[in-house]
């Protein structure tokens, strides 16, 4: 009896001797999974987040480039809630030009990214935007800034649009040879010149192109203090050399109107200092541009006042450049 009790409890051991090894690497084995559990899970949040950063940048990007912002006609408007679009919007159809963003929109972005951005883009986030053409012209940078080294992730859009480099704020036309501007009637190419009222010597009577009598073809526009924060200004010619040397050009305001003009030459010529004092302290203005011709159909041209982003080198203020440019244009986002 007493061995058979011997037996028992050595039976009894090693049973649990047995259950004990069982439990150890029951245990180590639900450790490893657990491991390998959050090592999985991990990875997934990493993966769901760096892909929900993408699909963020990537409808941000779609979002700019494809909708002109609302109100649509944002870039003009002071205070209040907006929401920021970059797309062309044609001003006789009221319609989104496809492809095409507005270097308005770009530069009134440039001046409030800080606080627009942050309206379309998740909390805690930040971005560039730089805008790289095909061509010659030097890159946009709407806003740059190098992300830092505790960014957890860096989502990138890089998609191909046509950018309206520079604007047209003003175009006069003296094409003599195709529907003189006057036919047309007041209120269309032909305005009423705040001139037309003064005396002689300051007097704007317009052209007469079938006698060659010489006269003023002027035109209207409008400015503010953003545009001129944001943009330089250029009057140009087409064709760029004119041989009528008697031409003339003036731009100034309804309330501080100018005598003498100034001749045209052989490129572009730099209105920001003009613009600038007839601004004065006003926030917005309406100037023309005034432009002598000698009325002769042979030596016919156009003037323009055109925009382009502040800093561009006159070299790339080209006639050329008012069609719009192809450009990537580029959007990172991280947190």
Same mark, same amino acid.
């Given at each position: 009896m007493f061995l058979s009790k011997i037996l028992d409890d050595k039976c009894g051991q090693v049973f649990s001797m047995d259950l004990l090894l069982a439990l150890v690497v029951l245990t180590v084995l639900i450790g490893v999974s657990a491991d390998a559990v959050d090592s999985v899970s991990y990875k997934i949040q990493d993966y769901s987040f760096e892909h929900s950063l993408q699909r963020v940048t990537m409808d941000t990007a779609e979002n700019l480039i494809k909708t002109p912002g609302n109100p649509s006609d944002w870039e003009k408007v002071s205070g209040g809630m907006v929401t920021p679009g970059l797309a062309e919007v044609d001003p006789e159809t009221g319609r989104t030009v496809p492809g095409t963003i507005s270097i308005k929109k770009i530069n009134r972005l440039k001046q409030e990214y800080d606080q627009?951005?942050? !309206?379309? $883009?998740p909390d805690g986030s930040d971005s560039t935007i730089i805008i790289y053409p095909l061509n010659a012209l030097p890159p946009i940078?709407?806003?740059n800034e190098t992300p830092p080294g505790s960014a957890s992730d860096v989502a990138v859009a890089n998609r !191909?649009? $046509?950018c309206s480099y520079m604007y047209m704020a003003c175009k006069v036309s003296m094409n003599a040879h195709s529907n003189p501007p006057w036919t047309q009637g007041v209120g269309s190419d032909w305005e009423i010149c705040p001139h037309a009222g003064l005396?002689?010597?300051m007097k704007h009577e317009k052209p007469d192109f079938e006698t060659g009598k010489p006269g003023w073809v002027c035109h209207h526009f409008n400015i503010t203090q953003k545009d001129l924060n944001s943009t330089d200004f250029y009057v140009l010619t087409d064709p760029l050399d004119l041989t009528d040397v008697s031409t003339r050009w003036i731009i100034d305001s309804p309330d501080k109107m100018k005598k003498n003009g100034e001749t045209f030459i052989s490129g572009p010529i730099s209105v920001n200092n003009e613009?600038?004092?007839l601004l004065g302290d006003n926030q917005t203005a309406v100037l023309w541009l005034h432009v002598l011709?000698?009325?002769v159909p042979d030596r016919s041209f156009d003037a323009y006042v055109v925009g382009v982003p502040k800093g561009t080198t006159s070299s790339n203020v080209r006639l050329d450049y008012i069609n719009p440019q192809p450009a990537y244009f580029v959007l990172r986002v991280w947190v």
């Open positions: 627009l951005m942050p !309206t379309i $883009l940078e709407v806003h !191909t649009v $046509l005396n002689a010597s613009i600038k004092e011709t000698s009325g």
